[in-house]
Nanobody
Framework: QVFVEESGGGSVQAGGSLRLSCTSF????????MGWFRQAPGKEREGVAA????????YYADSVKGRFTISQDNAKNTLYLQMNSLKPEDSAMYSC????????????????????WGQGTQVTVSS
């Protein structure tokens, strides 16, 4: 069993920054990918970014490229999402998830490919 826990959400004004953290417990050493997804009311869940733990490849949705950075601290078993230049359209519930197989460029953003999920942390960006 793997437990996933997010933190770091909050409310900011447009142009501001937030850093989300995700810690996994349990069989984390077997995960291949860790990813961030978000879902706003009335919208589909969207893959935001993912980190390939086997070779440190980073993946980003086009909507966040250049503004968000995903990273991992192996010593703390923690995944981070640094979000800069936030926009109102970034407002959503952000969730962290782990996947236990190779996903690649086409699979990282498909939520069905992820096995364990956290409860999510809310991000609200005001204009």
């Amino acid at each position: 069993q793997v437990f996933v826990e997010e933190s770091g959400g909050g409310s900011v004004q447009a142009g501001g920054s937030l850093r989300l953290s995700c810690t996994s417990f349990g069989a984390a050493s077997s995960s291949a990918y860790m990813g961030w997804f978000r879902q706003a009311p009335g919208k589909e869940r969207e893959g935001v970014a993912a980190f390939d733990q086997t070779d440190s490849t980073e993946y980003y949705a086009d909507s966040v490229k250049g503004r968000f950075t995903i990273s991992q601290d192996n010593a703390k078993n923690t995944l981070y999402l640094q979000m800069n230049s936030l926009k109102p359209e970034d407002s959503a519930m952000y969730s962290c998830a782990t996947a236990h197989r190779w996903l690649g460029r086409r699979g990282w953003s498909v939520f069905d490919n992820y096995n364990y999920w956290g409860q999510g942390t809310q991000v609200t960006v005001s204009s």
